[in-house]
């Protein structure tokens, strides 16, 4: 039984969600709320499992894994099937890079610490924060959508026929574009391969409002 600590609206701990789902296996979820009485990540006994006091982390009998690709990759490679990235070097670096655009470039940019920062050190407003947000996020995924269409995809996915580790990013990323009402107006083969991912159980299951911490 894997433990995962989480936190039901983090776009990191969705896809990792998403990625024990989609590998059918089970695990406990410790959920650590991000911004009750100051952030629970922040916490002592939570700070000594992650000294980056973020979400998600991984405990697999008791060795602790953290930072959500790693964790995707690690999965991947001890649970073979099914497979997050193709069989082929020139495919997985594509797919990496997919994935790699959503979760190091857009999602840094747009987490809660960074947004907080704006907030409170530089005296930024909501409406202030919320146009970086969208800024971002909108120019992030338009690159992205043209990556995607640049290739000879054939299936529903970003990489074709299956679900893959550039849409256990994707799905998570684009959740929170619309909570902060994000133009996709330049991403709608993105939008298309997320619909195609939320019909599948293991991806709808994994969503944030149907997390025991979501209440």
């Given at each position: 039984?894997?433990?995962l600590?989480?936190y039901?609206r983090?776009?990191a701990?969705?896809?990792?969600?998403i990625?024990?789902?989609?590998?059918?296996l089970?695990?406990?979820?410790?959920?650590?709320?991000?911004?009750k009485?100051?952030g629970?990540?922040?916490r002592a006994?939570?700070r000594a499992l992650?000294?980056?006091?973020?979400?998600?982390?991984?405990?697999?009998?008791?060795a602790?894994f953290?930072?959500?690709?790693?964790i995707i990759?690690?999965?991947?490679e001890?649970?073979p099937?099914?497979a997050?990235?193709?069989?082929d070097a020139?495919?997985?670096a594509r797919?990496?890079a997919?994935?790699q655009?959503?979760?190091?470039?857009?999602?840094?940019?747009?987490n809660?610490?960074?947004?907080?920062?704006?907030k409170d050190?530089?005296?930024?407003?909501?409406?202030a924060i919320k146009r970086?947000?969208?800024?971002?996020?909108?120019?992030?995924?338009?690159?992205?959508?043209?990556l995607?269409t640049?290739q000879?995809?054939?299936?529903d996915?970003?990489?074709?026929?299956?679900?893959g580790?550039?849409?256990?990013?994707?799905v998570?990323q684009?959740?929170?574009?619309r909570?902060y009402k994000s133009?996709?107006?330049?991403?709608?083969t993105?939008?298309?391969?997320?619909?195609a991912?939320n019909?599948l159980p293991?991806?709808a299951?994994?969503?944030?409002d149907?997390q025991p911490d979501?209440a």
């Amino acid at each position: 039984m894997f433990k995962l600590y989480d936190y039901f609206r983090s776009s990191a701990a969705y896809r990792v969600r998403i990625a024990l789902r989609l590998k059918k296996l089970e695990y406990q979820q410790i959920p650590v709320h991000l911004i009750k009485d100051g952030g629970h990540q922040f916490r002592a006994e939570y700070r000594a499992l992650n000294p980056q006091a973020r979400v998600p982390s991984l405990d697999v009998e008791g060795a602790i894994f953290t930072q959500s690709l790693a964790i995707i990759e690690y999965l991947d490679e001890t649970h073979p099937q099914p497979a997050f990235l193709p069989a082929d070097a020139a495919g997985r670096a594509r797919a990496r890079a997919m994935a790699q655009l959503i979760a190091c470039d857009i999602h840094p940019l747009n987490n809660l610490a960074p947004l907080n920062y704006l907030k409170d050190k530089m005296g930024q407003d909501e409406e202030a924060i919320k146009r970086w947000y969208r800024h971002w996020v909108e120019t992030g995924l338009a690159a992205l959508e043209a990556l995607v269409t640049a290739q000879s995809r054939k299936g529903d996915f970003c990489m074709g026929e299956r679900p893959g580790i550039a849409d256990i990013c994707l799905v998570p990323q684009l959740f929170n574009a619309r909570r902060y009402k994000s133009d996709l107006s330049a991403c709608p083969t993105l939008v298309k391969i997320e619909a195609a991912c939320n019909a599948l159980p293991e991806f709808a299951a994994a969503a944030p409002d149907k997390q025991p911490d979501a209440a």
